[in-house]
């Protein structure tokens, strides 16, 4: 059984809002026995997998971790929604504040992989968005444990770990597209061989990117005022 499982388990049936108790009466096992599934102490059979995908909803692929979709779809390019896309999930309510700032992220994240785009390098844009995914990842961890009643099955990988693995993958990210962009010779590092495909300067940025070169601008602002090094 995959190690994924017990924590899925676990949080499909927090999600319910089900006690452990009530849970195994529905999946037909005794409470202890849920608890050693939930735990990881015990292996369960393929018919319970079954019984727990139909009680919670999802695909076996799901439950047992080898799909992020609980349909147990693939996921491909064509099913990822565009970032402006209409919907509920779009609309930010009261301040103005969270839509300002991810219009200036997303724009110059528009920028950025444009050029990522032209240096046709796989090296470079697998670390670049490795490096930001990260990022995300690690902020909205720290947003999503603000409520302390927010289930933890959610992330497969406990707090302290967490903290300190992300920072090391971010770290070594970081190091690694830098020798990479800059034709740094490491081991296990492929240069960047083509330096021309990414000449670029402001004024290029502005032409080339009429509607996004002043939100990246702005950007770069803003974060070197938070460093200190440029004033406001």
């Known amino acids: 059984m995959r190690s994924d499982f017990p924590r899925i388990l676990t949080l499909l049936r927090k999600e319910k809002g089900i006690s452990q108790k009530n849970a195994a009466s529905e999946l037909d096992v005794s409470q202890a026995l849920l608890s050693h599934y939930e735990k990881g102490i015990r292996e369960c059979g393929l018919e ?3 019984r727990a995908a139909d009680f919670y909803g999802v695909s076996c692929d799901y439950l047992l971790g080898r799909s992020p979709d609980r349909s147990g ?3 491909s390019v064509e099913d990822i929604p565009e970032p402006d896309a209409a ?3 779009n609309v930010f309510r009261g301040s103005l504040l969270p839509t300002l700032n991810k219009k200036l992220i997303a724009n110059s994240l528009n920028i950025l992989y444009d050029l990522l785009q032209k240096s046709g390098s796989r090296e470079l844009t ?3 968005s490795d490096y930001l995914m990260t990022a995300v990842y690690k902020m909205f961890r720290e947003i999503y444990a603000a409520n302390p009643k927010n289930p933890d099955g959610l992330f497969s990988t406990d707090t302290p770990v967490y903290e300190a693995l992300s920072t090391a993958v971010m770290a070594i990210g970081e190091m690694k597209v830098r020798c990479t962009a800059q034709g740094i010779e490491t081991e296990g590092i492929t240069p960047f061989k083509f330096p021309e495909k990414l000449a670029t300067s402001p004024e290029k940025i502005a032409n080339e990117y009429p509607l996004f070169a002043t939100s990246l601008s702005n950007l770069i602002k803003t974060v070197e005022t938070h460093m200190g090094t440029r004033r406001k």
């Open 73 to 75: 779809a693939v996921l």
């Open 126 to 128: 697998t670390e670049v």
């Open 87 to 89: 919907g509920k999930e």
């Open 48 to 50: 319970f997998v079954i």
